[in-house]
Structures are given as C-alpha cells and as structure tokens.
C-alpha cells in the first residue's frame, strides 16, 4: 500500500475514533480524565474544533486515498487543525498535572495516544499537504 494511501486510512481512522470520543463522552464520560467541573469545563469547548478537524481529517483523507490532486490542501487544513488541538491539550495537560495520572487512569493513557497521534499526524499531513498543494 503506498504512503498516500496509508495516510489516507490513518485520517479518515481520525475522523472515526473522534466521533466515537464525544459520543462516549457525552453518553457515558469514560474517557474523562477527572470528573471536576474546570475538566469538564475545558473539554466541553473541544467538540466544534473537534468536529472541524474531524471533517477536513475525513475529506483529506478519502483524497490521499483516491489520489486526488486537492488532497493536499484539504491536509493542509486537517494538519494545522490537528496540530493546533494537540497543543492545547497538551499545555492544558501539562498546566494542570494531569500526566501523572496516566499511572492509573485508562483515560489517561488514552488522552495521552491522542496527544501523540495528533503530534505525529499533524505533522506527516501538513509535509504531505504541503508537497501535495505545490504541485
């Protein structure tokens, strides 16, 4: 399988398990880290950016797969999205001590592969985006 097409599968994945977050979050809350309401506060102004980076992850990634010419702009969106949501999760993580508790928390270590897999996305779709959009 080529490298595009791989990354197409790894956005449209981003898209899948980002609506399968909120609805878990909104239904039954198992992938909160702490049930306090400054947590529940910050993680409840995700879900629009969420929904967004989502989109353009869903749409960048059926063109890297398909191999279309507007691909790489769509992952230029998708990746800056996905860069921008990681560091504010990541400062708001790091701000408030919340790593520690990947000790014991399931969510934890959860929040902790969706930081990482945001890292990492984000940047291999913008380089792809990015070489993509100049030709």
Do not use: H, K, Q
């Not at 960048?60 to 999205?81: D, Q």
């Not at 902790?112 to 291999?124: T, Y």
């Amino acid at each position: 399988m080529s490298a595009r097409r791989v990354l197409g599968v790894c956005l449209i994945l981003t898209a899948a398990v980002t609506v399968a977050y909120w609805v878990d979050y909104f239904t039954s809350a198992e992938v909160a880290v702490v049930p306090a309401r400054w947590y529940t506060a910050f993680e409840s102004s995700f879900p629009v950016a969420d929904a967004w980076m989502a989109l353009t992850s869903l749409l960048a990634g059926v063109g890297f797969w398909r191999g279309s010419t507007w691909a790489g702009r769509l992952g230029l969106l998708a990746g800056s999205a996905l860069l921008y949501l990681a560091a504010m999760d990541i400062t708001f993580n790091l701000e408030n001590g919340l790593y520690p508790l990947a000790r014991a928390s399931n969510a934890m270590r959860f929040e902790m592969l969706i930081n990482g897999w945001s890292l990492a996305l984000g940047v291999w779709v913008v380089i792809a985006g990015w070489r993509g959009a100049r030709g």
